[in-house]
């Protein structure tokens, strides 16, 4: 699990790490410097003249001390220090005095002189509105020049916070940040300006957020070891658990069986597929290892029987607006009494139901993608990627309920629960299809006893491994909804094959 805090998050990071641990400051950007230099040499960048560009905050410390370390080594480097000295930090100050001490050309403007390599030390995380006037020609200088560009904990001009470009930003080949990947870093523009990222250790440690709700985080693939549920070698299929999935309308097959094939291969012990009795034959032959049950019209007590027998529910793929699917949905969120991923139709229905809507439980998982998200919150998809953190956890807070708001940055939520940001997945997944391994995959997982907020975020991150998998063989453009399932069999076999040699030592 990593830690993906804010500008102002980090901040205190840091400062929780010089009061409490006794960590100096100057350490800290000791080791800040010395692992920017470190990936310079590893990457075997010509380090033939290199620039240092410096602001007067802790950021412009860093590049000095940067400098500094080039310098010893016997580079040729220049700084430029483009800040103000009236506001120079103490640390900034005494960096540059040191650097001064040492020799290391300090500059006012540069001329016609060729970079090979140009470091940026303008703005950090302390980056707190748009950048204009001299800094601004400044970074649109140095983009113009001809060298590789290595930004110092994030590009300046970009938001720690949002991934925006504040004015303008520097574009990175590198970015060493420090302690842990910033937030704004997975999104919008950053994803393109931040270019290769190396996250550098530098004695901030992630307890400093220990307690704390209100700091996002990812996994990472080593994660998924402590995050699978354990199979136990006596288990029946009663173990892990009886998935009822209320899916495909007439001629919507294809949503039903991604959905069930995805919950059977994520690991849930029986599916049983209630659709419109068209997909009937269709599915027997798509997936004989599913209960296939069906109906014409809407059935109170036969549904109200199948809820029964369920340990979960998934419903909404494929399901229409209908006036069948508005009751099959009414009357499983009313009377379901079980864990119940709630998707697509579902939630069109939901967003034009708001009397529905109130009767959601703790045991519900939402699953919107933007445009089904904006239905059910009443903000555009517009505001909803401008401001896509206040307005989650706003709806967050409406709801009793776990959300997974799909994009190409997931994110889990419940009220109270830190918010999950999903990296894992690509481009190749944004195709139909998709969305229903999602939901047949977090059904599969609510199956086998996972809580709703762990079935979701481990559901979305082993769907973006799935895709990984995919378009490892695919490509970005081939990539088909089977595929992603193929991919989910994948990963887990290669999972569960090192589970059992660790269960082997
Ligand atoms: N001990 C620490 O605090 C550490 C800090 N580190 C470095 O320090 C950075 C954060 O330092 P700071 O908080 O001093 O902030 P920055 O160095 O990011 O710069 C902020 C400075 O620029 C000014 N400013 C903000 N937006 C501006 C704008 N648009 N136009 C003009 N001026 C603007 C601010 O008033 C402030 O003086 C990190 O990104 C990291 O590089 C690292 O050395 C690790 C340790
Ligand atoms: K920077």
Redesign the pocket.
């Known amino acids: 699990m990593r830690y993906l805090p804010t500008g102002a998050q980090m901040k205190q990071g840091d400062q929780k790490t010089i009061t409490e641990m006794g960590m100096p400051s100057m350490v800290l950007m000791e080791r800040a410097a010395l692992s920017v230099v470190e990936m310079m040499e590893s990457e075997q960048l010509d380090l033939k003249k290199v620039l240092v560009v410096c602001g007067s905050g802790n950021?412009g410390g860093d590049g000095f001390a940067v400098a500094r370390l080039l310098h010893l080594k016997g580079y040729a480097v220049d700084v430029w220090f483009v800040g103000k000295e009236s506001s120079m930090t103490e640390e900034t100050r005494l960096q540059k005095q040191i650097a001064v001490h040492y020799g290391v050309p300090v500059k006012e403007r540069v001329g016609e002189d060729c970079y090979t390599v140009i470091v940026?030390?303008?703005?950090?995380i302390g980056l707190s509105r748009q950048v204009s006037g001299t800094y601004y020609n400044v970074i649109e200088n140095l983009n113009q020049m001809d060298a590789i560009k290595v930004?110092?904990?994030?590009?300046?001009g970009l938001s720690a916070d949002t991934g925006d470009v504040l004015g303008i930003a520097?574009a990175a080949d590198f970015t060493v940040t420090f302690a842990f990947q910033k937030i704004g870093m997975l999104f919008g523009m950053a994803r393109k300006l931040v270019g290769k990222l190396v996250t550098a250790s530098i004695g901030i440690e992630p307890s400093v957020y220990d307690g704390r709700g209100d700091v996002c985080y990812t996994y990472d693939r080593t994660d998924l070891k402590n995050l699978l549920p354990a199979r136990d070698p006596d288990a029946h299929k009663g173990n892990y658990g009886k998935v009822l999935l209320i899916v495909g309308s007439p001629g919507m097959a294809g949503a039903a069986y991604f959905s069930a094939k995805a919950a059977y291969l994520t690991g849930a012990g029986l599916v049983q597929i209630y659709t419109a009795k068209e997909n009937q034959s269709n599915l027997q032959q798509l997936l004989p290892e599913a209960i296939i049950t069906t109906y014409e019209r809407y059935e109170e007590e036969k549904l109200k029987e199948l809820l029964e027998w369920a340990d979960v529910v998934g419903i909404g793929s494929g399901l229409s607006m209908s006036e069948t699917a508005q009751h099959l949905l009414s009357t499983t969120v009313r009377c379901a009494k079980k864990p119940c991923m709630i998707d697509a139709d579902g939630l069109n229905i939901l967003s034009k139901d708001r009397a529905l809507f109130e009767k959601l439980t703790p045991d519900c998982i939402l699953t919107p993608h933007m445009k089904e998200m904006a239905g059910l919150c009443g903000h555009s998809v517009k505001e909803l990627k401008e401001e896509r953190f206040r307005y989650f956890q706003e709806f967050l807070g409406s709801i009793p309920s776990v959300c997974v708001m799909k994009d190409a940055r997931t994110l889990v939520g419940r009220d109270g629960r830190p918010v999950y940001v999903n990296t894992s997945g690509n481009q190749s997944m944004a195709k139909g299809g998709a969305g229903d391994v999602l939901g047949g995959m977090i059904t599969g997982l609510l199956a086998q006893k996972i809580e709703p907020y762990e079935a979701g975020t481990l559901g979305v991150f082993l769907h973006g491994l799935a895709g990984d998998a995919a378009q490892k063989k695919k490509g970005s453009y081939s990539v088909l909804a089977s595929d992603i399932l193929d991919g989910i069999a994948e990963v887990l076999t290669a999972e569960s094959t090192e589970m059992i040699l660790r269960e082997k030592c």
Do not use: H, R
Not at 120 to 124: S, T
């Open positions: 950021n940026d030390a303008i703005f950090g930004a110092v904990d994030i590009p300046s520097f």
